[in-house]
């Protein structure tokens, strides 16, 4: 019998204990300052970024990995015998999945693409229910159906300090009819069901960006039962850590990150931005597809 492998790409924003506790592959996205190029998260760390980024005269741009890097990725792992899940940043934000479709194709192994319609660990938590999944011995079918259902109860919300950087890696989506707005109102964004980046609101000044956040969290996922949890950052752990607080204080948390995002998701968001990524614990969703 054959083994389930998990493969997801860096937009996934997965933290080294988060990949080696499941053994998860994670294909980088490349980053690029003018003529310098950086493989995601190896090349180049959160912390570098950043400083090159608020220091620098070059808006740094993103590409997603081809398909024969895919299929690379995937022969690495799996070969006939295994069933690779590969799951990734929005289809819509990236052509990252259409890259690992096209790849799917050509591996060794059975690979099955899954879109999660959203970005950063937003991602990342569809991918750590996969690979619980795959952990706890379930069948293709019912890892598929636990990650499906993770990917449609999984709520991303973040706040931007600026639009800008959104706005000149064309990612801004449906967020374009926040552009000119006044000074120190900032954009709350959200990935809508379609998995595009979606105004939620705007609030002015920073003070009311945590309490709108976690306002967005419990409309969305209510408190009735257990949830993961991930809080992330661009260079702004003090907000970060106090989004974490007010959320402890609603929500049962079974299973917690916070951290920086990485280079390839702080291209797009800039300096300052915060947000929670949001779902039901893992066993709610296993009763969500049992029941």
């Known amino acids: 019998m054959g083994q389930i492998k998990i493969v997801t790409d860096s937009t996934s924003d997965l933290s080294q204990e988060q990949t080696n506790k499941y053994g998860i592959k994670v294909v980088p996205i490349t980053v690029t300052f003018g003529s310098e190029s950086y493989a995601d998260g190896i090349d180049l760390s959160a912390e570098d970024f950043f400083k090159k980024l608020t220091t620098g005269n070059e808006l740094p741009k993103t590409s997603q990995p081809s398909p024969e890097i895919f299929r690379i ?19 819509k934000l990236s052509g990252t999945l259409n890259s690992a479709e096209i790849a799917s194709k050509m591996a060794k192994s059975k690979v099955v693409p899954i879109d999660t319609k959203t970005a950063s660990q937003g991602i990342g938590l569809s991918v750590l229910v996969a690979a619980e999944a795959a952990g706890r011995g ?61 105004p939620y609101d705007k609030v002015r000044g920073r003070s009311h960006i945590v309490p709108t956040l976690v306002g967005a969290a419990l409309k969305n996922v209510p408190p009735d039962n ?66």
């Open 138 to 198: 379930m069948k293709e079918e019912d890892i598929i159906a636990i990650t499906e259902k993770s990917v449609a109860k999984t709520f991303s919300v973040f706040a931007v300090d600026t639009l800008e950087y959104l706005q000149r890696n064309g990612r801004i989506g449906k967020a374009a009819s926040l552009l000119g707005s006044l000074l120190q109102i900032k954009p709350i964004l959200y990935a809508d069901s379609e998995g595009m980046v979606a």
């Open 73 to 91: 990725a995937y022969d690495e792992i799996g070969d006939e015998d295994n069933t690779i899940f590969s799951v990734h940043v929005s289809g």
């Open 226 to 291: 257990p949830v993961n949890v991930s809080v992330v950052h661009a260079m702004a752990e003090e907000s970060a850590q106090k989004l974490l607080e007010e959320l402890r204080k609603e929500y049962e948390i079974k299973d917690l990150h916070i951290g920086i995002v990485g280079p390839a998701i702080g291209a797009h968001i800039g300096p300052g931005a915060v947000g929670v990524m949001i779902q039901p614990a893992f066993d709610t969703l296993l009763e969500n597809i049992n029941g």
